[in-house]
């Protein structure tokens, strides 16, 4: 038998696969697809994701779940042209969806997809991936990645394609990308003026509009508009504007007009070519409202400049305008308005317009129903009426302020702010500022006080400054509840609104019950405090001050410890003591109110009297001469007794009940009687200031010896009177025992009601005094000094001496 051999094996076939038709009927099995390593497969899943995803956001969402973006987003960088166009596609539909392209961000893809923007690349990959872009270019990060990635030369060399939509994808990228000011530059280096200029000749609506606003954004930049202006596309714009079947087109083209004529170099050079002229042609041209109305906007851009405004003024622009004040559009009118304060920035412009007849047409425009043409014709009226007097006269006999008066109640902030403003400066002529007033302006303005908002609170108390300057102005306004939300202002750290609060205030502090009624809002305080801040401190916070304690001696004298002799003491003054920085100062009525105590009296000056009281016809000649030691009243007895009958008098009944008045005070009167009788016959002004000194040392006490004055019962006597009146207010001329403060306060009071002058100043320890100027020489001879030399009083200790001021017996009297 023959040996068996083993057959050797088979080999395997290697014939390929009949072709597979594969079909999928879910999105799922779809994306599984596009991890085929088959390209037909790809091509034709990508394709199928595609159509499944125009079909709406839902399926995009859905796919985006299955997790279809990552594996398209390999694939648009795929070998084969079929797979990678259809993979672009699908991406290109996916993006347009918000949390599709959310997602995409996260897988850096735009250096992939500007990869695929040569022009060796497919045209319906241009699309595709442009329309990806369009989508991210949205988002501030995606158009850093694009402008990193060079992405903006390829897109505006597609600018040039002949397909309409990678024109419109790739010029929504660019467009959204120089809304930054480093793309902007960009495109300009790179040549992207000439190609967008081109794309205004497109058959393409959405295209051009697209083009316009790019080249809005762009020529912003002045090297952009010479550029612009040298392609000639100031006249391609010119010839846009000229074309009505372009009118849909109009108001962007306007707006790059605008920015070509906005620095002054463009403009002229537009204005020798004759495109200033064609423009304002084209305002006057009836055509569409709306067009129209960005006709005049952008001639209220233009002026802007100065060296534009005179140009146009030249071109007797404001005539254009007048004639627009009066056509139907509100929005034309409102426009046109907007324009004037441009334009009216210019001094002669603003008298164009009132010989023009301007004015009394934008007044007309204050009562009308749209508060977007009232607000606008405020603003024009309040810049025409700036610096002008012939305007605001102009608006005044047009019955302009009546209406303005009545919008400061609007409740537009911006047209209060500009009606508070125009009769700031119309008030600054009287027959105008009492017709404002006649109306109501001050009750009106009290609301605006109030404000929240910066610029009517700016130009509220501006108005006010201006209009209460006198005093029934002031009176109303008190009486209107305006005094205290401008007091409120002082809180304020706008620094124009607290400037403006203090200019206001040191106006209506020029009259004592103003400047009275304020200090009880605490505008005292609120001022020291801004005076002593380095940042809020200025020369109109200290001018208020000073205003303020200028028709508030009581209160000026506690805080600064001096009067001057220009201070003139009246009625109703009382010294309260020596008050500490930013502590309120009570008024007198306050202080009267409040229960006995053992502070010192607040020492009140009253001469005033409801009817007349006889001199004595004596008075002891002698009060200077009293023995200090006697402990018996000094004064007259007919004094005593109308002293005695005084304090029965003005003891209140029921304080409860009955309203407050300040105490008469006979005693005063009387010597307000006897100073004028005996003080102002004498000749020698020294010898008048003498004899006063003796006068008011003998009404409280006569001259008490230095060694002898803690001996003197002013403590007791001034005690008593307290008790006596159950009042902490005790009137002066009640005093028959004082020392120096209340001989200096008395000695100051007698001598400004008699029209002699001096101070009162106060030291410590209830030491005060008065400082008085006197001529050196022999008035007979009528050889005086040159310079007047300054003395103080001595009241206390040898009445009517006076000491030359620095000496040591000066220094003596003024310290222990």
């Known amino acids: 038998m023959g040996k068996k051999v083993k057959k050797e094996s088979e080999t395997p076939c290697k014939e390929t696969f009949e072709p597979l038709p594969v079909e999928g009927r879910t999105p799922a099995t779809v994306v599984l697809l596009l991890s085929s390593p088959e390209e037909d497969i790809l091509a034709k899943a990508c394709e199928a994701i595609h159509t499944f995803a125009e079909k709406g956001d839902e399926n995009k969402v859905s796919l985006l779940g299955l997790g279809a973006l990552e594996p398209l987003c390999q694939l648009i960088t795929h070998n084969n042209k079929l797979v990678r166009r259809n993979a672009f596609m699908a991406l290109g539909i996916m993006a347009s ?96 003026i000439p190609p967008l200029l ?129 056509v139907a559009d509100i929005g034309v009118k409102t426009a046109t308005c907007q324009a004037v304060p441009a334009m009216s920035v210019h001094l002669a412009s603003k008298d164009s317009f009132r010989d023009l007849g301007g004015i009394p047409a934008v007044v007309q425009l204050l009562n009308n129903e749209s508060l977007g043409l009232r607000e606008a014709a405020t603003q024009a009226l309040s810049n025409l009426t700036h610096s002008n007097r012939l305007n605001a006269f102009a608006v005044y006999e047009a019955r302009g302020h009546e209406i303005l008066v009545q919008q400061l109640s609007g409740s537009c902030p911006r047209t209060v702010a500009n009606s508070a403003a125009t009769l700031g400066n119309m008030a600054g002529q009287e027959v105008i500022r009492c017709s404002i007033l006649s109306h109501g302006a001050i009750r009106a303005l009290v609301e605006p006080l109030k404000s929240t908002d910066t610029q009517v609170l700016v130009n509220a108390t501006q108005c006010l400054a201006v209009l209460a300057c006198d005093t029934d102005a002031r009176a109303e306004l008190q009486s209107a509840g305006g005094l205290q939300p401008l007091v409120n202002l002082l809180h304020s750290y706008h620094k124009e609104v607290l400037h403006n609060a203090c200019m206001a205030i040191n106006v209506c502090a020029s009259d004592e019950p103003t400047a009275v009624e304020m200090c009880k809002f605490g505008v005292l305080e609120m001022l020291q405090e801004i005076n002593q801040s380095v940042n809020r401190r200025s020369s109109f916070s200290r001018l208020a001050m000073i205003s303020l304690l200028n028709s508030n001696l009581s209160v000026k004298y506690s805080l600064t410890d001096r009067l001057a002799s220009t201070d003139i003491i009246n009625d109703g003054f009382y010294d309260a003591g020596k008050v500490c920085v930013c502590r309120r100062i009570l008024t007198l009525e306050e202080l009267s109110k409040q229960p006995v105590n053992q502070h010192r009296p607040i020492i009140v000056v009253n001469t005033a009297t409801e009817e007349t009281v006889d001199v004595p016809e004596e008075r002891q000649s002698n009060q200077s001469e009293t023995d200090t030691s006697s402990k018996g009243d000094r004064r007259t007895p007919r004094k005593k007794k109308v002293d005695e009958k005084q304090k029965d008098e003005t003891r209140p009944e029921s304080p409860s009940v009955q309203p407050w008045k300040m105490m008469d005070d006979v005693s005063l009167q009387l010597l307000v009687k006897e100073a004028k009788e005996s003080i102002l016959p004498l000749n020698d002004e020294r010898e008048q200031y ?60 007698l001598a400004d009601c008699i029209g002699m002058s001096c101070t009162l100043e106060r030291g410590e320890y209830n030491r005060a005094w008065n400082e008085v100027l006197l001529f050196n020489g022999n008035p007979s001879s009528n050889v005086r000094s040159s310079q007047p030399c300054r003395y103080i009083v001595d009241l206390m200790h040898q009445p009517g001496s006076l000491f030359t001021t620095n000496t040591p017996a000066a220094v003596q009297y003024q310290t222990i």
């Open 97 to 192: 969806n918000g949390d599709a392209k959310d997602a995409l961000k996260k897988f850096h893809v735009i250096p992939s997809i500007i990869d695929k923007l040569s022009l060796e690349e497919d045209i319906v990959v241009h699309e595709f991936a442009t329309l990806c872009l369009a989508s991210l270019s949205v988002d501030f990060v995606c158009k850093v990645q694009i402008f990193d990635n060079k992405g903006l030369p390829p897109l505006i060399q597609l600018l040039s394609t002949p397909d309409p939509d990678v024109k419109k994808n790739s010029l929504e990228i660019i467009f959204n990308l120089v809304q930054d000011y480093q793309s902007r530059l960009a495109v300009h280096e790179l040549g992207g």
């Open 198 to 326: 081109e794309l205004l000749k497109s058959d393409f609506p959405a295209i051009q509009r697209l083009a316009l606003k790019t080249l809005q954004n762009l020529t912003t930049d002045k090297d952009t508009r010479n550029t612009f202006r040298e392609a000639q596309g100031f006249e391609k714009l010119m010839d846009i504007l000229s074309n009505m079947d372009f009118s849909d087109l109009h108001a962007e083209a306007l707006q790059v007009v605008a920015n070509c004529m906005s620095d002054s170099e463009s403009f002229q050079l537009i204005h020798k070519g004759g495109g200033l002229m064609r423009l304002m042609e084209f305002v006057l041209t009836p055509n569409i409202p709306e067009i129209q109305s960005n006709a005049v906007k952008c001639i209220a851009r233009v002026a802007q400049s100065s060296e534009n405004r005179k140009l146009l003024h030249e071109q007797n622009v404001e005539k254009v305008l007048v004639e627009l004040l009066s």
């Open 690 to 749: 003498a004899a006063l000194a003796r006068l008011v040392s003998g009404a409280m006490g006569g001259a008490v010896e230095m060694e002898k004055l803690h001996e003197f019962p002013w403590v007791l006597h001034l005690s008593e009177l307290k008790f006596q009146l159950q009042s902490n207010v005790v009137p002066i001329g009640l005093i028959s025992r004082g020392i120096y403060c209340h001989r200096a306060l008395l000695f100051k009071c």
